[in-house]
Each structure stands twice: as C-alpha cells, then as structure tokens.
C-alpha cells in the first residue's frame, strides 16, 4: 500500500529520519569500478574549533548539489569529508579554557597539554560534522579524515623529508610577521591589511661631532632603540659627504653608521631612512647588503627588552607614548604628520602584527610556485570564474619564501633533530633520539608546522598518499573544488604546487569559487553588528531543504549574496508548494505504476508539459555543469511553480476527474511521471522533501537519490502540439488579467468568443476556458460586431466577452455611487484644510505640498467615477 503524505509539510517530521536511512545504507559510500567514470571533491576541511556558520553551508551545499547530480549521472562520487585540527584557534580555545581553571601550557608541560588537546578534540571535534549532517550532505563518512590523523602526518613527515633534501625547506634567521597575542609567527598569506589613522613622527638623529642633524620618519617610534644605521641614496649629492660617517642614536646614545643603499630613494622625504634591520623585511635586506648588526627591542608579547632599561617591560604602544615625550624633550621631534595607511593583522585575532627577525623554518618558494603558475595559464587547471585566476597570479608570480614553523604545541612537530653534543641537524621522518655524528643525546625541534602545510595536503594525502592506495589510483585527482575567494592564497594556491611537486598531477582540475553569504542590506555578518545567522536554528524552524534553497537561488559563481527572511520564507513556501501539489497527483492516483502512454493517447496539455519538461531537463543540466546552479534552480522553480502546479495541474483536473477511463488513465500517468521526473531534477538542491514524495510514488521502490537523473528525450518533445497549448494558455492568462483589473469574480462566469486562424488549437480548448477562464462556454468566430464587448488581444487571438456577461450593472452603479461618496468627502475635506489660512501659515510647505497632490488625485479620480457612472447608465 502507497504511503500518503501527511496534510502538512513539516521537514522534522523526515529530515532525520531519511538521512539515518541513507547512512544505514551506505548509499554515500562509493566503490572503486573501473568500468564507471569517477567525480571526486574533497571537503575544505572545517576547523575542529568551528560551529556551522552560513559560509559552511554555502560551501557545503554547492558541493553536494555537485555530488548528487554527478551520483545520479552515474559516477562513482566520492565527496571525502573531515576536519582541520587550526593549531592557532584550537590552541588558543584550550588555553583560554585552562586560564580559567588557573592553570598554563607550562603547568602541564607538552605532553600534558597535549593530552588535554586531544580530549578536547574528542568532545568538540566532531560537533560541526554532526551539523553538516543536518545540512544534508552527503560525505563519505566512513572515509572521514582529520589533519593529525597517522595517516595524514605521515604524509607530513614524507614531505617535509623530500623538500629538506632537495634544498627546498631551510632554516634561517628572516623577517617574519608575529603575531604578540597568538605568540607564533605567521606566514604572509594570514596577514590581513587594513586600514588605519597612524602618524608619521619626523625625528632629528645628530651627526657625530656636531655639525647638525639628518631628519628621518617612521610609523614605529619604538622600534627606533633598533636602528643600527641610517641610509641615504649613493646618488643623492646632499648626503654624498655624509656617507660612512655616523650618527647619535637619541635617547640610546649609541653611535651608527650612515651608509649608502639604493633603498634610500632621492624623492622620498628627507631621503635618509633610519634602518631597524630586526624590525622590518626592507630594512632586514639592507642590514644584510651593509653588514649591519641585529637589534631586537621587542619580546614576544610586544613588549620592551631588558636592553632599554627606561623602557623595559613596557608594552609597545606605552613605549610609543613615553619615547615620543622623551624625543620631544630632548629636541628630537621635529615634526608629527597625521597618515592613513595599510596596517598587517592577524588573520585569527585582529592583532597588528610585528615584523620581527627570529630563526625559523622555510619553504622556498619560487621552484615550487612555477609550475603550479603554468598548471593555470596551460588550462590544467580552471578557475569559475575565470577572473579569479588574477588572484591566483598575482599570488604566485610575487611570492616570498614562505614561514612555515610556528611556536605552538597543538599541531604537526616540525621533524627536525638537534644534537644536544655537536649541534648536528637531522631531519627524518622516524624519531632520532641519537645522533648519527657524534652519538649524542638529540632533542626535537619544539615548533610545530603551520597549519595549511598538513592542509595543502589534503587531495591525497586523505586518499593514503605516499602509499599507491586503489583510492589514490582511481579518485585522485579530484574534479572540482569549492571554496572561497578568500583562501585562494591560503590553501588552492598551496595545493596546486604540492599536487604537482608530489604526485607529479594537478589535484583537482576545476576551482569553483562562490563569495561571502552577506546580509539583507549587503554587510558582512559578523559578532559585532549582530547580524549573524544560525543556520542550524534556520534548518530547525524551516528544514534544510528551505535552507538549501535559499543558499543556491540566485548563486552565481564569485558573487556575493544576500541572505534574508523573505527569501527563506520563499523557499519554504516554494516547499509547501511543491508539497501540496504532490499531495493532490498523489490522491488522485488510481494507477500502481507509471507507465507513460502512446504520443497518440496524450491530449495537448499533456504534450506541452512533456515538452516544457525536457526544456526544463536541457536548462538544468546544462547549468549545473557550467556550475550555474543559481540559473538552473531557477529553471526549475519556473517550471515546478507556474508551469506544472498553476497550469498543468490544473489542465489536467477534468480528464483525472473521469476516474476510468482512458482520457483519466493518461492524465494520470503524465501527472505522476513528470512530478517523479521533475523530482529527480530537484533532488541535488532539495534532498529530503523529493526522497519523501518519491517514496510514495506508485510503482516505485528505492531511493531517488541513486536513481538515474533524467536525460533529454527527444521523443517527448512535442513541438507543434506545445506551441499550440501555448496559444491557448496565453489566451487564457489574457482573459484571467483583464477580469481582474475589472474587478470580476471567478464565480461569474462569462460567453467566451474567440477569433483566431489557430482553429485547430483552439476547438478542442473550451473545458479549459471554462474551467481556467471563467467562461459559460466558447464559440469559435470568424468576426464580432458587439462595440460593447469586452476585447483582449493576444498574439494568436481576438477574445470577445460580451460587458453584460462580465458586470451585473445594477451592483455596480451601487459600488460606484459609494465610491462617489467617498471620494466627494475626502475632495471637501482637503479643500476645507487648504482654506484654512491658519494651517497654510503653520503647516511646512512639503505637508501643504502634500495636501494639495492628495486634492488633485480626489479630483482625477472623482472625474473617472463619472465617466464610470455615465458608461454603466447608458448600458442600463
């Protein structure tokens, strides 16, 4: 016995329930078939730290429309999911957690924070892939992965292993962005710039001996207890005697040299530049080419060295404040220019960021970078959009050796090895504990590796690489990975040169970037407008379908979107819609398996909806494969809503009505195949509700999620039979108009008189006049005299409806002479005010302005109602 759908929708009722079912049967799980092709996304992997946000479920959405459409077309799809253990958040969660307990990373030691780490991981790391269950995505889940996995650091370990021997990774003392509140360095790519007010203090550095000053600039005041030397240009005819003599560093006394370097442009300021080569990558370079020494002024919480006693302990900018005082004291300061400009933060926690020389790990970039640029411009590799690629360039072709260790425990340990002896350095991808110079005690480098190295990994080092696994072999490379605009540095960028460097093949062939999910006005969502959304409490009120809908309307790739009520509102309601109609072909089904009938046994309506239907098949396939799924949702909201349920449900309601016969047996078998057919279209956007419906399709058995997506059938289109539909519909949506801007009633009804050289297509068309147009009855006509007649005109059609049929006069002279009434009253009030010296003098003028266009619009109005009342008394 078919199951019948409840009265109401209501997704709780299902939603579970039918993802428990998928699960049970491991319909997500995927097998390695050589004879089928292969469709493979691997999950951006969320951090454990994360809640679903709107931005994961964009994300996650698009990837499972992806999935399940390619599922349906007959791929084996693999959509591996799991998560990122973001040593910088999840550290920084923990510690805060144990500050609370009074307790520090210290107390515990490194084994002990890393035992309460992993509880932690236990207890909260799965937390957002429940919720991306609710979503409805449909992972792999028994190929779940983690970044720290065996797996996985294993990978780690093999490739940091194969850039150190190839001169790849190095470790050298650099300029690097750290962070004083994570207390890591962090690599370029998390660096946000934003704007800030700052000032450019002009400071007076005494030459030695006397004989005057130079003046310099700087936006970092503190960090001029660091300056070791003041530049100037080789060329520059002001300072060419200056060059090799010396300075006096105010308030530190020491003496440092002026040297010559090209850094010191001729047009810029004073053309002397103070250099802090600790402190800052372009001063960094210069200390380097002139030999200068390192002064560090900053520990690692930004606050003053031991060094500068006056200052010691101070935070930077309390520092900035009292050495500013003291410079101006002193008659140093020369001048303070107000300056807006672009200030490093860090990515994870907003700080400003100090430039700060410290001996860590690198990548060496360049090698790496060249071929994964190649991979782009050869078409390996393809952006959608396109224009993101610029990114991607401008990333790549500028890249700087990249900082990959960072000084945190929760996280891969960089696996490098010193001897406590001799200082022997070996890297290995096993544990060293002796030393294979000298046979001393080694201890292991303390830093871990930035995050995004194990996550650069992902594509395969998930599948089992550096193992040839029969995953490896047969879904790797990936098809198409979704994410971001804002990782395009971060993480695609790094991808492509580990696929290449490692595998020797591009890890995925296309990068689908979609933008932010943004609020009803256009903000970014965030904690400190309030303006962020739950999606879980959206799916708990709406469902996930709802959700799913609203995220994937009006999508297009790159964009930014809008996410508000009424638009979820409208994919609720697009739900119950779909629901209802279900609901109604499903009650009025006498048939136990759909079986279309022969072309010949099909009325028009049903050739025009079998027509419009693979239109509809066309328009979503082709999207979905340009990755328009906006576009192709749109196709089928059009189709499903206008097309199926306001007119050929409605088309159909006589012939089903004739329970038995063949007319009634064909309606119902169009009915039923093309809501199954039109279900199987939906199911990648809205995977529970069409599940749900299907189930209870007569004939039907299985999951509509593994069933066949439906192709375009040429033998189901029906050209000339649509067109003339067609024909008739646009009559018939004319007549529907004009009624209403009439003011008719459907319940009365009109004679309908058709003029039209389409005879054919309109002759066997009356029930559906009468049943969608009001209409007593419809006479075909060669031409119509009545001057009275009502006359609407289409491109197929002169309609006549005969105005005695359409108004009952006597109701509307009454209707009318109300109106009158009405409108006389509101025309002596406005005059009454607009007479009343007393308002004119008080009133602002747009409130009289006002007054007088409502007196205006009274008297138009009055005029029609007489016109109106003279046209209904002649008829009379």
Not at 735 to 763: C, H, L, N, W
Request: aromatic content about 10%; proline content about 4%; some cysteine.
């Amino acid at each position: 016995m078919r199951k019948e759908l409840p009265k109401t929708y209501n997704p709780a009722d299902f939603e579970d329930r039918i993802y428990g079912e998928w699960c049970e049967k491991g319909l997500f799980t995927p097998t390695v078939d050589h004879s089928k092709p292969h469709y493979s996304i691997v999950i951006p992997p969320p951090n454990i730290t994360g809640q679903l946000h709107m931005g994961h479920a964009l994300d996650n959405t698009l990837q499972d429309i992806l999935i399940r459409y390619k599922r349906m077309k007959g791929f084996s799809t693999l959509w591996l999911p799991g998560t990122d253990h973001a040593s910088i958040a999840t550290e920084a969660k923990i510690v805060e957690a144990m500050r609370k307990e009074g307790l520090s990373k210290e107390d515990l030691g490194r084994d002990g924070f890393l035992t309460r780490a992993w509880a932690w991981k236990e207890q909260y790391g799965g937390r957002i892939i429940s919720q991306l269950k609710k979503l409805g995505s449909s992972c792999d889940w028994s190929r779940e992965r983690f970044t720290l996995d065996e797996g996985c650091s294993e990978a780690v370990r093999e490739v940091f292993k194969r850039l150190y021997d190839k001169g790849l990774i190095y470790r050298g003392e650099r300029i690097i962005n750290w962070c004083p509140h994570c207390k890591t360095s962090i690599s370029n790519a998390e660096v946000d710039y934003e704007e800030q007010q700052g000032h450019f203090w002009h400071l007076r550095y005494p030459l030695v001996g006397g004989g005057g000053y130079v003046e310099v600039a700087t936006t970092r005041p503190e960090t001029m207890l660091g300056d070791t030397a003041v530049a100037v240009n080789p060329n520059d005819e002001r300072y060419k005697d200056l060059i090799g003599k010396y300075v006096v560093l105010p308030l530190v006394g020491r003496r440092i040299p002026i040297v010559a370097d090209e850094h010191a442009k001729l047009d810029k300021g004073t053309g002397c530049v103070k250099i802090t080569p600790a402190h800052d990558p372009n001063d960094f370079e210069v200390g380097r080419r002139c030999h200068l020494p390192m002064e560090v002024v900053l520990t690692e919480d930004a606050k003053i060295t031991e060094n500068y006693p006056k200052y010691a302990g101070m935070d930077r900018y309390e520092a900035r404040k009292a050495i500013i005082e003291d410079l101006r004291a002193g008659g140093y300061l020369a001048e303070i220019e107000d300056l807006t400009h672009e200030v490093g933060t860090c990515y994870r926690c907003g700080t400003t960021i100090e430039p700060m020389i410290s001996l860590q790990w690198f990548v060496r970039m360049m090698p790496l970078a060249e071929p994964a640029i190649e991979a782009v411009r050869d078409g390996r590799i393809r952006f959608v959009p396109e224009r993101f690629d610029k990114n991607y360039f401008h990333w790549m072709e500028n890249s700087q050796d990249w900082c990959i260790s960072r000084q945190l425990w929760w996280g891969h340990r960089i696996p490098a090895y010193y001897c406590d002896a001799c200082g022997e350095t070996v890297v290995s991808k096993e544990d060293c504990t002796v030393c294979p110079k000298c046979g001393g005690h080694m201890t292991q480098d303390p830093d871990t590796l930035d995050t995004w190295f194990s996550s650069a990994l992902w594509p395969f080092s998930t599948m089992g690489w550096p193992h040839e696994t029969e995953d490896l072999k047969y879904f790797y490379p990936t098809n198409t990975l979704v994410t971001g605009y804002d990782i395009i540095t971060f993480w695609v960028s790094r991808m492509i040169f580990s696929g290449l460097e490692y595998t020797g093949q591009v890890p995925f062939d296309t990068v689908l970037i979609h933008g932010l999910v943004r609020d009803a006005q256009g903000r970014k969502m965030s904690k400190s407008l309030g303006n962020g959304i739950d999606p879980l409490e959206i799916i708990d009120k709406y469902g996930a379908d709802a959700l799913r809908f609203a995220l994937a309307t009006g999508n297009s790739p790159g964009n930014d979107m809008r996410f508000s009520d009424e638009k979820i509102e409208a994919a609720r309601n697009f739900a119950n819609k779909l629901w209802n109609a279900a609901r109604f072909v499903m009650m009025n089904l006498e048939i136990e398996k759909i079986e279309l009938p022969a072309a010949e046994n099909l009325s028009a309506a049903d050739k025009w909806i079998l027509t419009k239907f693979e239109e509809c098949v066309q328009a979503v396939s082709g999207n979905i494969e340009k990755y328009e799924v906006g576009i192709a949702l749109s196709s089928l909201y059009d189709f499903i809503w206008d097309i199926y349920c306001d007119w050929y449900i409605e088309l159909s309601k006589a012939a089903v009505s004739d329970k038995g016969s063949a007319q009634s047996i064909a309606a119902q078998n169009v009915l039923a195949y093309v809501l199954r057919e039109t279900l199987k279209l939906l199911h990648p956007f809205m995977p529970f509700i069409t599940e749900e419906i299907y189930n209870g399709l007569p004939g039907e058995d299985g999951y509509i999620m593994v069933k066949d997506f439906p192709e375009y059938d040429e033998s189901l289109v029906f050209t000339e039979a649509a067109a003339g539909m067609e024909k008739v519909i646009d009559a018939i949506r004319a007549i529907r108009a004009r009624r209403a801007e009439m003011g008719v009633v459907p319940s009365r009804k009109a004679k309908v008189y058709i003029q039209t050289k389409y005879t054919e297509d309109f002759a066997s068309a009356g029930a559906y006049f009468e049943r969608l147009a009001s209409a007593a009855s419809v006479e075909l006509v060669d031409s119509y005299a009545d001057d009275t007649a009502v006359q609407i005109i289409t491109d197929a059609a002169a309609v006549y409806i005969p105005l005695a049929d359409m108004i009952d006069f006597a109701a509307e002279l009454k209707r009318l002479e109300g109106e009158m009434k009405t409108v006389e009253s509101e025309i002596a009030r406005a005059e009454a005010k607009l007479a009343n010296e007393g308002f004119i003098a008080r009133a602002p003028q747009q409130v009289v302005d006002g007054e007088k266009a409502k007196l205006e619009k009274y008297r138009e109005k009055k005029a029609g109602i007489e016109a109106a009342l003279a046209q209904v008394k002649g008829m009379m």
